[in-house]
């Protein structure tokens, strides 16, 4: 069982951790997370080295992450032809860049700031939102690392964070750019159009065979049926195993009782509170609010705005001074308080909405308690369920033959794509969400024992490639069909791109939008004023972006939507925007300044890396993108 235990939290927690980690180093990558420096160096900045243990960590996870994305199996040759090692080394000389300036500065936090920092981490706290030292302990052995270890990473982090913030937030957003930037958001065009379908502007006869043979010899890479695997699988998750627990009334109403105020809503007040210095200071503004003067021209006088006074709805837990709380809780709706004196400061609140308290039953809560109690027992089920088919594994047992003496289900699965699709064009429902899983099965070798993959709903997938059946191009004959689906789509697409150019050479020549409209038998449709980001029905994208080239009266033609037709348009408006003023223009520095911020940064640090000296050894990088060990004789 610990053993399970230890395999299970090293999988759904560690990805907790591993977010948490990340978290700390947003602005350039997570070098130096869990590798620790050793002989093996894949490059140094100045005194700063990056380890090859932390350059196989951060290029393995980026290969991952970017294998679920595109839902396919990322290999290394993959990886390395889009330059993603080259990336992740330059994001880690800049960590390490920014490490070594760090250093020469003298920068430092206290462990007092960085114990801080980890208890507001959720990460680390339990069901009541308290830091748990039992779950960060728990986390850190579960990854491996000492206490002592995990807060040198920390105390890094934070120490990088230093620079790389002052660097980004020390910057103003020039003038010019705000207005280039509003002219590229906010300026409009207006169109005139008509939509002319194929039908109006020719006909393509249906190919034949032998020219659908001909675009399928040419165009062979979309007529190949991907590698597919046979796969055998035993599945425990939460999920579906919760369905087959009951849970007694007995379980689900001793629940409820101990934690019922777990399920019930506190009353909840929106609540404008004015603070004052002392208690003279606010008799005199409590004499003008008696006299009728407004709660918000008040404040106002005193320099204070509506985000400055107004609290939100909150419960009496929100505020914070118990004398205040008591107060304003007892205060009835739209009434204006007299001068309440708390702990450190003297305010005058108003009540503006009122949402009483909510108090759940055991009726209301039966449904909710009983799913909740069955998860945590399949949990329980899958652990147990666990060692016992990893015992039977160790003992040289196949799936199937583990399937059937513990009465767990086992599937076989006669083919299945890297994007879970079976044979039939359609998801396997037992894996084509569990992207983990699919991406260990497309790595694996045939009838080789595997480690268990954890589903998303911390479950777990045990399984066995029985067969691979490589990428193979499809005979002609089984998609004679779609080749000439494909070909006569090309042909309609190239007759309405040359029609569609043409009425557009006849309009730029002279003939008006109007008279070309009626000789197709339509009617020309104006659009409203459209900015470059906005979407209409009737007007392609495309459409769209080729208008804020084109000059005002000028004519362009684009496909429509559907790929049926062609929109024959005229810009007849192109509005500036107007000027920004003041509240616009500091909405638009808060959208602008990160960009600058990021160049900043990189301007920045490509500047270190030249101060101090950046040194690459490519042998041991060539070895660490591969994931072997460099033995430093060419080996």
Do not use: C
Request: hydrophobic share 40%.
């Amino acid at each position: 069982m610990l053993e399970a235990l230890r395999k299970g939290t090293g999988t759904w927690i560690a990805k907790i951790f591993i977010g948490l980690l990340v978290m700390s180093f947003a602005v350039w990558g997570v070098a130096d997370i869990f590798g620790g420096y050793g002989a093996q160096t894949v490059a140094s900045v100045g005194d700063t080295e990056i380890s090859s243990q932390d350059f196989q960590l951060e290029f393995q996870r980026e290969v991952r992450s970017l294998s679920q994305r595109l839902g396919r199996n990322v290999t290394v040759a993959d990886a390395r032809s889009l330059g993603l090692d080259k990336q992740i080394l330059l994001r880690l000389i800049g960590d390490a860049a920014i490490e070594s300036q760090a250093n020469s500065l003298g920068l430092g936090v206290t462990g007092q700031a960085v114990g801080a920092r980890l208890k507001r981490e959720a990460a680390f706290k339990d069901a009541d939102g308290h830091f748990s030292q039992e779950r960060f302990y728990r986390l850190l052995q579960a990854n491996g690392l000492s206490e002592q270890a995990f807060m040198q990473r920390q105390h890094r982090a934070l120490v990088l964070q230093q620079i790389s913030g002052t660097v980004v937030s020390s910057h103003l957003v020039p003038k010019v750019m705000l207005d280039a930037t509003n002219k590229f958001r906010n300026e409009t065009r207006k169109l005139s159009y008509i939509t002319v379908p194929l039908s109006k502007l020719g006909e393509i006869s249906e190919p034949g065979v032998e020219n659908a043979r001909d675009y399928y010899n040419t165009h062979n890479s979309e007529f190949r049926a991907p590698e597919t695997r046979k796969v055998g699988v035993i599945a425990l998750t939460p999920a579906a195993l919760a369905k087959t627990i009951k849970i007694s009334d007995e379980d689900i109403k001793a629940y409820f009782e101990h934690n019922q105020t777990r399920f019930n809503t506190p009353e909840r007040r929106a609540v404008m509170q004015l603070p004052f210095p002392d208690q003279a200071t606010a008799d005199v503004a409590f004499e003008k609010l008696k006299n009728g003067a407004d709660f918000m021209e008040v404040a106002k006088g005193r320099g204070l705005t509506k985000e400055d006074i107004d609290l939100g709805l909150i419960p009496k837990t929100g505020l914070s001074d118990e004398a205040i709380a008591d107060a304003v809780f007892s205060l009835p709706k739209d009434e204006i308080s007299k001068p309440i004196e708390g702990a450190l400061t003297t305010v005058i609140a108003k009540v503006t909405k009122i949402e009483p308290a909510v108090v759940k039953t055991l009726d209301d809560m039966r449904e909710t308690i009983s799913k909740g109690l069955a998860a945590e027992k399949s949990a329980e089920t899958i652990l147990d369920s666990y060692d016992k088919i990893e015992d039977e594994r160790a003992g040289g047992a196949t799936l199937a033959e583990i399937g059937k003496k513990l009465g767990v289900k086992y599937s076989e699965i006669a083919a299945i794509d890297a994007r879970g699709m079976g044979s039939d064009g359609k998801p396997v429902e037992l894996l084509a969400r569990q992207p983990g899983a699919l991406r260990a099965i497309f790595t694996a070798e045939v009838n080789l024992e595997t480690d268990p993959e954890e589903t998303s709903d911390r479950g777990f997938i045990w399984y066995e490639v029985l067969k691979v059946t490589p990428q193979r191009l499809k005979p002609f004959e089984d998609v004679k069909d779609e080749a000439i689906k494909k070909l006569l789509e090309t042909e309609e697409r190239s007759l309405l791109a040359k029609k569609g150019q043409e009425l557009v050479d006849k309009l730029r020549n002279g003939e008006k939008l109007t008279d070309l409209a009626s000789s197709f038998d339509l009617e020309v449709v104006e659009s409203k004023p459209l900015k470059r980001i906005d979407q209409d029905a009737k007007i392609p994208s495309a459409a769209l972006q080729q208008a804020f080239v084109l000059k005002k009266e000028d004519f362009g033609s684009s496909a429509t939507t559907d790929g049926k037709g062609r929109l024959i348009f005229q810009v007849t408006e192109a509005n500036a925007p107007a000027s920004l003023d003041r509240k616009a223009r500091e909405a638009l520095v808060k959208t602008v300044a990160p960009d600058i911020g990021n160049d900043l940064i990189s301007q920045y640090v490509r500047a270190l890396r030249e101060d101090v000296g950046v040194k690459i050894n490519q042998a041991v990088l060539d070895e660490a993108i591969t994931g072997r060990q460099y033995s430093g004789d060419g080996r």
